[in-house]
């Protein structure tokens, strides 16, 4: 199936159909191949999507500074002229 960026938008369901019956979708820009969309073969292996096994999760566990998430954040959106 080819599908330009405007399908993409406004048709997505058809092209999702299509990658369900295992169909490669080959997206157009301006009419020339800009990528292609393939199904996953097989089942994902769910150990790899873990967020707490990723290096950066929990990187600012330990900060001081952030200890009180609620103050933190509104210390982060106070104003400029908050303060005077």
Known sequence: ???SFVDLR????????AIHRNESV????????????????????????KA?????????ADRDDMADVAAHVHELRK???DDI
Do not use: C, N
């Open 26 to 49: 080959t997206v157009l820009y301006r009419g020339k191949p800009a990528a292609i969309m393939q199904p996953i073969s097989g089942q994902v292996d769910r150990s790899v999507l």
């Open 79 to 81: 104003g400029r002229f």
């Open 10 to 17: 406004k048709k997505s369901s058809e092209v999702i159909r």
């Open 1 to 3: 199936m080819k599908a």
């Open 52 to 60: 707490a096994d990723h290096p950066a999760f929990g990187l600012w």
